[in-house]
């Protein structure tokens, strides 16, 4: 990763979920690219990176579209495409405010609202994650619908598909789940083991 002299923080907070909301607060190198973010959102929030990504300036839309070349480029007309390995955060994030979508998952399409907070001038050399709420949803949960009716059903010890849900997340009878958890300590470890 590229040493840079100014910092971007970031609030990254999942569209839709609610009670509680999940977000985490980034901090990021200016010249870091878009793959380095991709990799510091997946960590933050606890995602595997499993399933395909992009970044766009519209949910959906045909404008910018930053991410991974893959076969399926050609069936799109996008406007703007960029290939996210070499496009920096600094070429698209020009002033504190500005929004971007991250989704993950097109099929469970988990789209997270990008928010540029602050930008210091500062050095750092990896991503920080300095905060956050809330547990991320598990990976093929059915998206935002998929992870309400986990929730639901993970609080209410006397519903049928209690221990299912338990099973299905490899945990052990009688186990809590709290989708109130979220720990920055554990956050920034295993960032710090994967940059």
Same mark, same amino acid.
């Given at each position: 990763?590229?040493?840079?002299?100014?910092?971007?923080?970031?609030?990254?907070?999942?569209?839709?979920?609610?009670?509680?909301?999940?977000?985490?607060?980034?901090?990021m190198?200016?010249?870091?690219?878009?793959?380095?973010?991709?990799?510091?959102?997946?960590?933050?929030?606890?995602?595997?990176?499993?399933?395909?990504?992009?970044?766009?300036?519209?949910?959906?839309?045909?404008?910018?579209?930053?991410?991974?070349?893959? @076969?399926?480029? %050609?069936? &799109?007309e996008?406007?703007?495409?960029? #290939?996210?390995? =070499?496009?920096?955060?600094?070429?698209? *994030?020009?002033?504190?405010?500005?929004?971007?979508?991250?989704?993950?998952?097109?099929?469970?399409?988990?789209?997270?609202?990008?928010?540029?907070?602050?930008?210091?001038?500062?050095?750092?050399?990896?991503?920080?994650?300095?905060?956050?709420?809330?547990?991320?949803?598990?990976?093929?949960?059915?998206?935002?619908?998929?992870?309400?009716?986990?929730?639901?059903?993970?609080?209410?010890?006397?519903? @049928?598909?209690? %221990?299912? &849900?338990?099973?299905?997340?490899?945990? #052990?009878?009688? =186990?809590?789940?709290?989708?109130?958890? *979220?720990?920055?300590?554990?956050?920034?470890?295993?960032?710090?083991?994967?940059?």
């Amino acid at each position: 990763m590229l040493v840079s002299s100014s910092t971007y923080q970031f609030k990254v907070q999942i569209k839709g979920i609610t009670q509680p909301p999940v977000w985490r607060r980034i901090i990021m190198p200016a010249e870091a690219s878009f793959i380095d973010f991709h990799h510091a959102i997946q960590v933050s929030f606890g995602w595997h990176n499993a399933h395909l990504y992009e970044f766009a300036d519209k949910s959906f839309g045909y404008g910018l579209s930053i991410k991974e070349p893959n @076969e399926f480029d %050609d069936e &799109f007309e996008y406007s703007d495409v960029r #290939d996210a390995a =070499s496009t920096p955060l600094s070429s698209v *994030f020009l002033k504190e405010g500005d929004k971007l979508i991250y989704v993950y998952d097109f099929g469970d399409s988990w789209e997270h609202k990008i928010t540029l907070e602050k930008i210091a001038e500062e050095s750092i050399e990896k991503p920080n994650c300095i905060a956050g709420k809330g547990k991320c949803p598990p990976e093929d949960c059915g998206g935002i619908g998929g992870y309400a009716y986990m929730k639901h059903v993970l609080v209410d010890k006397s519903h @049928e598909e209690h %221990d299912t &849900f338990l099973e299905w997340l490899g945990l #052990d009878d009688g =186990s809590d789940w709290n989708p109130h958890e *979220f720990n920055v300590v554990d956050a920034q470890k295993m960032l710090n083991n994967v940059f």
